[in-house]
Every structure is written in C-alpha cells, then in structure tokens.
C-alpha cells in the first residue's frame, strides 16, 4: 500500500491545528498541466524534458517496438478514452468466453489479470503486514517477558512483534485522533450542503453558515485555512471526503485483526507461495484511481487531442491487479511479476510498498525470474519523508541470501526502543502537539555501514523518490522517502495531472507518480533502442539525470531540519531527464 492521500490530509491537519510546515510545497498555485514533461530552462518547471526530446530527438525518427509496461496496481480503468487505445491486449485470448485459450492458466485475461479476486467477487480492503504478522505472532508471545526462555529463531520472532506492537500502537492512535477531526470537518460541510440545496457548498456558503457552537465555528476556520493551502474549497473539498474515506477503512480494515476475507473472496491456498493460477480478469476492480493515474502518465494517448499525453508514445498498459485498499501480499506481487514476464512486458512499474515482509523470498525469485528475461523494475520509494537506508521498505532489491544472514549475524546491535515516534513531516505526533523542531541545520549525519549496500541485489532496478516544480531548496517533495544509497533517482511527483476512472483527470501527489513517469521513460528509451538491457537503460537513466547542484532542505528521521546536496538523499543526485537520456542512449551500440 502507497499511501495515497493520507500525507496529504495529515499535511493540512497539521497546517491547521498546529502550524505551517515551512518544509512543504504549497498547494495554492496553478501548474501547467503537463507540468512533468516540460523543461526547466525553456518553461521553468522542473519536468524531465519530455517535450523538448519529442521536438529536437524524435521528430524525425520512428519508434522501432512498441514496449509492453505492467502497471502492478490497484486496478486500471480500461475504458478511459486516454488509455483504451494504449492498453495491452492479449490477442491469443478471445474475450468472454469462459475459456484459457491460450493456456496459460488464466481464462479471459485480455488486458491482465486481478490476483486478488476470483468468481465471488474482488477483495476492495485487506489488512497492513503489521497486522496480518500480528495474527500470527500475538497468540505466541502475548505472555513473553525479557526473561521468557527463548531459541535463536523465537527470540527474532519476538523481536519483530514488539516492534510489531509499538507500531501497532502509533498507526491506531494516529488513525483515532485523525478520524474525528475529518468527520467534524465532513459534517459541517455536509450540513452546509444540505441547507443550501447543493451536492457540494462552496467556500461563500461556508462563510455564510451559522454554526451551532464553538467547535463548528473552529471547523470553519479549518475549512478556510485548508481550502486556501489547497488551491480553492473544490480541492479541500476532495481531499476531506477521500481522507473520511481513507481512515474509515483504516479503522474498519487495514488496523483491524478481526478483519480477513481473503480466503472467502480470492479462495486461493494462500499458503502454497508458489500457487500461480488463481484470480479472475476484472483488472479495473472496485478501485481504479490509483492505478489508472499511473497509467496516464507512464503512456496516455499523445495523438488523440484530448486529455493529457505520457511519457511514451510508442507503449502498451498491461493492467495486474495485486493492491487491495491495504497491504499488497508477498505471493500476488511475485505472480504479477511473473505474468508481466511471461506475457511480454519490458517494463514493471510497482507503485506501492510496506514497512514488513512475509514472504520475501517468493519476490526474490520472481524478480530473479525478471531480471533473467530482460525486464526492468521500477519501484517508488515511498511517501513518509523516511531515509530507505535506515527504515525497512518492502519490496526491495535486496535478496535473502546467505550473505545477507551473514550481515546480520555479525553486525547485529540492539533494536531500538519501540516508541520513539518517526518524526515525519506528513504525520503528527497526536493533536495539538507540534512536531519537533531541531536546533541547527548543521548535524552531524548518523554513520551508515555502506557494505550492506553491496550484498546481493537485483540489477534491473530502480528506486525512485518524488521532486517538486520549482529549482530550490523545496525540490524534495515534503513527502517523498529518500536514501543516498538506496534511493536511486528523484522524478517529478507533485501536483501531477493524470488520468482517473470514468474519463476524467485530476492532480494526485506521491512516488507513486513519480515512479511511473520514470517507466515511462524507460519505455521510450527502449522503443527506439529496443537492443539496450535493463542494465543499461538503468544505466543511461541515472547518467542523464539533471544534476541538482545547490542543497534542499527537509526533515531528517532525526525530526531536524537540514540542508544537505541532492547526492545525499538519492545515488544520482539528480532528477530524470528524457531529453539528456535519450541522446546517451543514442551512444549505446
């Protein structure tokens, strides 16, 4: 799961209730919509030059493959006028008809797959890893001590669940304080709507309202405050009844043990990880906001007049369905890595991810399997201001090897306390309580050993964190994970216009943007250069980026403020460029 408002919504809380947050790109501004694809020098957005490569590299050239990219997802909306004509088609299966005709274990899959679905239905909500590992763990250790005998392998177990325990603990208590104040927010707003006979009030009727105590009139300074740091009432508007919608699910599904529908509605063995054939082909599901937005920017339609155009022109959406509202599962991310391999894809793009693993092993095989055919993962860092180098981050190119046992054996230290809360910048630290400030920006960075970098990794990936529009010391989107090892490009994420269910477009924030409009450039490097390897397209990406060559500022896990060069939150200290990339690529024999 990526979050996909909640640094949204915890941003504008934390703006109203406590105070600005001098690190965070406003809301209040009007971008060109295709900001992301424009060129810094010649528009003064920093985009990756998308346009500016069409017009001076590719206008006399001609793609020579069309370049199959998976969309590893929550579901696309495959009868958007924008992406039905860039969709991957299956063209051995006939439509309908209730049979595998082509024999590959799964009938009807005519623009993919949804592995977490079957004939009674899709499974909409599913719990965090934290507490799917809760389940497993709390009936056996709930009474452990410190001084409970233990072996080897019991002692780690216990380990995990007490840090299992505490963020347990910080994810409910944020999710209880943060619900009330949306649902005190959604219903002065809806009340508003109903006296005025609207579906939606506007910021005027708000003003107007008169409200019936002390904590009304305050919601209505809310709702001011919010609407202007949003870009108008419309927008606060959307972002209130997504985040009401987001945190009910997260009481109701994502932090409820009690919850589990997963063998009732996708009735796989879900202990058998190398079970394949399971799922049904509604690739849309009952949620395809998220991944149809990536898909528009990895490959909408760029010759149809209408709506916005992708990165690539010479591309096709193949549509895996694997994330529910909640944690994607280890065995449906390996099976839709797999199914893109084996159905031809060149590209993955995985925009989502967890703080806890499973069954990591299963994923390293299937990103070994990729890695053997020739494809090319891209997978968003994440959105909780966290250093990757410091904070686990699932999946990850990193495999589970002997080496890295190894590692951990002879490096092993004592864990650190369960409740030191992550001082994040898209997260408050409980209502009214203003998150930490640091003294100096000139702190001493927290040692890292770099040799654990060097254990055994896939080579056909890239981990992308999200930049801004602007040339400053704000380029680091607030949000947007970070690693001077294992954060390997930065890509815009911003405000990011894109394509979402029943033919619209709407602007949405996150590396889940960001990861897809790096696909999409490596889907146009390799339509014109289809020889290159995912080695090497990896290689001409991270190259070309645009050198960020002044210091950014943001919060560090340290809650301080620093100001440090981009080459120390990611390995290329630059953002992508399509223009700079493809005229390396034009290098490569």
């Known amino acids: 799961m990526m979050n996909k408002i909640h640094h949204k919504i915890i941003f504008i809380i934390t703006l109203i209730l406590l105070s600005a947050n001098a690190f965070a790109q406003s809301k209040n501004i009007q971008l060109p919509a295709n900001w992301y694809n424009l060129d810094l020098t010649e528009n003064g957005y920093f985009g990756i030059s998308t346009e500016k490569a069409y017009r001076e590299l590719l206008n006399d050239k001609k793609p020579k493959e069309n370049i199959i990219v998976a969309v590893i997802d929550g579901g696309v909306d495959i009868n958007h006028p924008d992406l039905q004509n860039v969709l991957w088609t299956n063209k051995k299966e006939i439509p309908n008809n209730g049979i595998d005709d082509?024999?590959?274990?799964?009938?009807?899959?005519?623009?993919?797959?949804?592995?977490?679905?079957?004939?009674?239905?899709?499974?909409?909500?599913?719990?965090?890893?934290?507490?799917?590992?809760?389940?497993?763990?709390?009936?056996?250790?709930?009474?452990?001590?410190?001084?409970?005998?233990?072996?080897?392998?019991?002692?780690?177990?216990?380990?995990?669940?007490?840090?299992?325990?505490g963020d347990f603990g910080k994810k409910y208590e944020d999710a209880s304080k943060t619900f009330p104040v949306l649902m005190a927010i959604n219903k002065v707003i809806d009340s508003v709507a109903r006296v005025n006979n609207k579906p939606m009030p506007t910021l005027e009727d708000i003003d107007r309202y008169k409200a019936d105590n002390e904590e009304e009139e305050y919601v209505k300074t809310i709702i001011r405050k919010g609407s202007k740091e949003d870009g108008g009432f419309e927008?606060?508007?959307?972002?209130?009844?997504?985040?009401?919608?987001?945190?009910d699910a997260m009481l109701k599904y994502n932090l409820n043990p009690k919850y589990d529908m997963r063998a009732e509605l996708v009735g796989?063995?879900?202990s058998n990880s190398n079970q394949r054939n399971y799922g049904n082909s509604d690739v849309k599901g009952p949620d395809a906001f998220h991944g149809s937005h990536v898909s528009g920017i990895i490959g909408a339609d760029r010759k149809n007049g209408i709506g916005i155009m992708g990165v690539a022109n010479h591309v096709s959406i193949m549509a895996i369905r694997v994330v529910p509202t909640g944690d994607e599962r280890d065995k449906d991310v390996a099976n839709g890595i797999r199914y893109a391999v084996d159905n031809g894809a060149k590209v993955i793009n995985m925009s989502f991810g967890k703080g806890y693993k499973w069954d990591k092993k299963v994923v390293d095989e299937a990103v070994k399997y990729a890695e053997?055919?020739?494809?090319?993962?891209?997978?968003?860092?994440?959105?909780d201001n966290q250093n990757n180098d410091l904070e686990e981050n699932?999946?990850?190119?990193?495999?589970?090897?002997?080496?890295?046992?190894?590692?951990?054996?002879?490096?092993?230290?004592?864990?650190?306390?369960?409740?030191?809360?992550?001082?994040?910048n898209n997260q408050n630290n409980g209502m009214g309580m203003r998150p930490t400030v640091g003294r100096s920006p000139l702190i001493k960075p927290i040692p890292l050993d770099s040799a654990k970098f060097k254990l055994p990794h896939a080579r056909n990936w890239i981990e992308v964190g999200a930049s801004a529009y602007k040339d400053d010391d704000n380029l680091k989107a607030s949000f947007s994970n970070y690693g001077k090892y294992n954060v390997d490009v930065f890509a815009p994420g911003f405000l990011i216009n894109s394509t979402v269910p029943d033919g619209k477009y709407e602007e949405a924030d996150g590396t889940s943007m960001a990861a897809p409009v790096v696909s999409g450039l490596a889907a146009l490097i390799l339509s014109y250069y289809p020889h290159l390897t995912p080695v090497q397209v990896r290689e001409i990406i991270m190259k070309s980026v645009s050198k960020v060559t002044h210091k950014i500022k943001y919060k560090n896990e340290k809650g301080e403020n620093v100001r440090v060069m981009f080459n120390e939150i990611c390995v290329s200290g630059g953002v992508v460029n399509a223009y700079n990339a493809l005229k390396l690529a034009e290098s490569y024999k």
């Open 268 to 270: 796989d063995d879900y």
């Open 372 to 383: 053997s055919k020739g494809v090319l993962l891209v997978h968003a860092a994440g959105n």
């Open 102 to 165: 082509d024999g590959n274990g799964y009938i009807d899959d005519i623009h993919g797959w949804n592995f977490i679905g079957s004939k009674k239905g899709n499974l909409e909500f599913d719990n965090l890893e934290l507490i799917r590992l809760y389940r497993i763990y709390h009936p056996k250790y709930q009474s452990t001590t410190n001084l409970t005998p233990l072996d080897s392998a019991q002692k780690e177990e216990y380990r995990i669940y007490q840090k299992i325990v």
């Open 394 to 424: 699932y999946p990850n190119k990193y495999f589970q090897s002997k080496e890295a046992e190894d590692y951990k054996k002879a490096n092993s230290k004592p864990s650190r306390p369960d409740f030191i809360p992550p001082p994040r």
């Open 235 to 247: 927008k606060f508007y959307k972002s209130i009844k997504d985040g009401y919608k987001q945190y």
